[in-house]
């Protein structure tokens, strides 16, 4: 296959072509740029700001960098903090860390649009593939949540969408340099990381030795400068933390492998939840056909991989972490549907994006509001304003979700970390309010903040009374 | 291999297991303080008591007397409160160690470091004024560590009078728990 530079990929026909052809697959790609425009309208429309601790600590990352300050906390996800660091020239760095994240998601959309042609040469042919692939994106509310986080999830995923599609292009050392900025970005990742090295001798199979090299080559060029800055910040002490983190993430506060169940039931329980099983149902056989197709076999492998590795340890109370199994999907599902005859590939097309708007308007809106934790803060502001006699005291709260966040959003307010038992006893003595990410049952309702989109928590408010 | 086996969680603030005994201990003493099991209170006393007598040991700072009349007059708040103060003693003397250690980042910023811990136990008790104080001083006496560079690149020199200064404020700041 020839080699294409990566926009070019997009307008380039086979050669051939009739001028009709041509002409569909020029209009498709401006359709799908007005449903792409639409949906990044729709995502600007929403307040830029810090929903979670995680992202606020990111924000101070930019400020200045030290992972034993959690700015952020350990490893550091130095790519993602440097990109906010740029965009932060011009804009504040909570602004920029949110602008990190939103717009690695918008751009993503065209990086599967690249990767689908990579993957089936006969989406070249189909206009309507363009087309049904951009909106399946633009109707996933995980993406949605992704970009709005200001986490580093999207900016990995782009990252490791780039990877895929320059591996599938035969740039070998630029997707090597795109891994290791995935893993730069977001550590977690190293099982999409696994799944590349993996399909390489699927690819190529005589020269995969060498494709391997030249695609290490590429991790270690980002890995040697990272590796340097992370010590130069933080000096031999990062590993120290890095043990602290890791001991206290497995065996304190991480809720991974603590669950009553496996932790596969537990997310089975949670997919079903946001998706349904029918979704589920077609998730699964698609990726086994795909792991017995030859050609969707490499991405087929690189989604089980992944699959498997969050069914196992990660946490199912992030639903962020199912997003590279959901995006990358796409394009194999898209890839699948050409296989069909015309009549029956042009149905499911239908069918997948009526299930897609389906599933859109279950789980979000088109209504734009703030994220639950800024709709808290905003309600305890007004709280803290009228809660005492002598105009604003501040109030207490305890909260087990975002607590750095409200401590730094309400200074004037006395803010109980309820992840420590004791908590509890002093903001009762107050007469405090109680901040959950789950429902209680022994105390009364004040308010609900709900979430946005699948990704988020909603939040629940509850007061505690004196006695009580 | 640390970058690999790291994971993203929502509340990594907090110490490790065993880390802190003072901090491990505060839960389950404050827990049966607060639920008027003083025999209980008592027992998870006495497995932070070495701690406690550290201070007098070492500082002559005399907390356990205190803790043990608040746990005999079952008096919850008053446990709370001798608490608040062995983390203000905890506080003042890991900051003095990070002045003394000022020119070994790693000792100075670990100890400036797991202050904060107990610093951000004391916060949500503190009255605003007060409160943002002591965060703007551990927030100065963290910057003025500096930081190690990689063979003088990137090396950012402590200072070690800002660090001074900020101990000062924020012992200031938390004059409501000093002894």
Redesign the interface.
């Known amino acids: 296959m020839p080699e294409q530079q990566p926009l070019a990929g997009l307008i380039n026909c086979f050669p051939g072509f009739p001028d009709r052809q041509r002409l569909l697959v020029s209009a498709s790609i401006a359709v799908a740029g007005i449903i792409w425009l639409v949906w990044v309208v729709w995502l600007f429309q929403y307040p830029l700001q810090l929903s979670?601790?995680?992202a606020l600590f990111f924000s101070r990352g930019v400020e200045?960098f030290?992972v034993?300050?959690?700015r952020p906390?350990?490893?550091g996800y130095p790519v993602f903090v440097a990109l906010a660091g740029v965009i932060s020239l011009g804009f504040a760095a909570d602004t920029a860390v949110i602008l990190t994240s939103l717009l690695s998601a918008v751009v993503l959309p065209w990086i599967l649009l690249l990767l689908l042609r990579e993957v089936s040469p006969e989406s070249y042919r189909s206009p309507l593939a363009t087309i049904v692939l951009m909106l399946l994106c633009a109707l996933q509310p995980l993406l949605a949540a992704l970009a709005l986080s200001g986490?580093s999830d999207a900016t990995g995923l782009l990252f490791a969408a780039l990877a895929l599609l320059l591996t599938w292009r035969r740039q070998f050392l630029t997707a090597g340099i795109c891994c290791g900025l995935m893993?730069a970005s977001r550590?977690?990742y190293?099982p999409l990381a696994a799944g590349l090295i993996a399909i390489i001798p699927l690819l190529y199979k005589q020269q995969f030795l060498s494709v391997w090299l030249r695609g290490a080559s590429g991790v270690v060029l980002v890995g040697i400068p990272v590796m340097?800055?992370l010590?130069?910040?933080?000096?031999?002490?990062f590993?120290?933390e890095?043990?602290?983190?890791?001991?206290?993430?497995f065996?304190?506060?991480?809720?991974?492998f603590e669950g009553q169940r496996p932790n596969w039931q537990e997310w089975l329980e949670r997919l079903t939840d946001v998706y349904c099983w029918s979704v589920l149902c077609l998730l699964a056989a698609s990726l086994l056909w795909g792991l017995k197709q030859s050609s969707q076999r490499p991405l087929a492998v690189v989604i089980t991989l992944y699959l498997g590795w969050i069914l196992l340890?990660?946490?199912p109370d992030?639903m962020r972490h199912f997003a590279p199994v959901m995006l990358l999907w796409l394009p194999l599902l898209v890839s699948q549907m050409l296989c069909l005859s015309v009549i029956v590939y042009r149905l499911s097309c239908a069918l997948s994006i009526a299930i897609g708007a389906v599933l859109f308007f279950s789980q979000a809106s088109l209504t734009v509001s703030s994220a639950p934790v800024q709709q808290a803060v905003q309600w305890l502001d007004r709280a803290a304003c009228t809660d005492g006699d002598d105009g604003r005291t501040?109030l207490?709260l305890g909260t087990?979700?975002s607590?750095?966040l409200l401590?730094e959003a309400l200074?004037?307010?006395?803010?109980?970390?309820m992840?420590?038992?004791?908590?509890?006893?002093?903001v009762r003595?107050a007469g405090g309010f109680r901040l959950s990410g789950s429902p209680q049952q022994d105390m009364l309702l004040i308010t609900v903040f709900p979430a946005r989109f699948p990704g988020e928590r909603t939040l629940y408010l509850y007061r505690f009374s004196e006695s009580g | 291999m640390?970058?690999?086996?790291?994971?993203?969680?929502?509340?990594?603030?907090?110490?490790?297991?065993g880390?802190e005994p003072l901090i491990d201990g505060?839960?389950a003493l404050?827990?049966a303080a607060?639920s008027g099991d003083f025999e209980a209170a008592t027992a998870a006393y006495e497995k932070v008591a070495k701690e406690i007598l550290y201070f007098k040991t070492e500082y002559g700072i005399d907390l356990d007397t205190p803790m043990k009349n608040a746990l005999k007059a079952k008096d919850?708040?008053q446990v709370?409160h001798v608490l608040n103060q062995a983390y203000f003693a905890e506080i003042d003397r890991r900051l003095k160690g990070a002045e003394q250690n000022v020119n070994d980042?790693?000792v100075a910023?670990?100890l400036v470091?797991k202050s904060k811990l107990f610093l951000?136990?004391l916060?949500?008790?503190?009255e605003?004024e007060a409160?943002?104080q002591a965060e703007q001083a551990i927030q100065i006496a963290?910057?003025a560590i500096g930081?190690?560079?990689?063979f003088g690149?990137?090396?950012e020199p402590a200072n070690p009078e800002a660090l001074a200064n900020a101990h000062q404020q924020l012992i200031k700041a938390l004059q409501a728990f000093s002894l």
């Not at chain 1, 010590?231 to 002490?237: K, M, T």
């Not at chain 1, 200074?411 to 970390?417: H, L, R």
């Not at chain 2, 930081?147 to 990689?150: E, F, I, R, T």
Request: with cysteine; proline share 5%.
């Open positions: 979670s601790d995680d200045r030290s034993l300050e959690l906390h350990f490893p986490l893993l550590p977690s190293f340097l800055f010590l130069s910040r933080d000096g031999l002490a590993f120290e890095g043990l602290r983190f890791t001991q206290g993430h065996q304190i506060w991480g809720n991974t340890a990660q946490n992030n501040g207490t087990n979700y607590v750095s401590r200074p004037g307010c006395q803010i109980f970390d992840y420590y038992p004791s908590s509890k006893a002093l003595q | 640390l970058l690999v086996l790291s994971l993203n969680s929502q509340a990594y603030t907090y110490s490790a297991a880390k505060r839960e404050l827990k607060d919850a708040k709370n980042y790693q910023k670990v470091v951000d136990l916060t949500p008790q503190m605003a409160r943002q963290l910057k930081n190690p560079g990689v690149v990137g090396a």
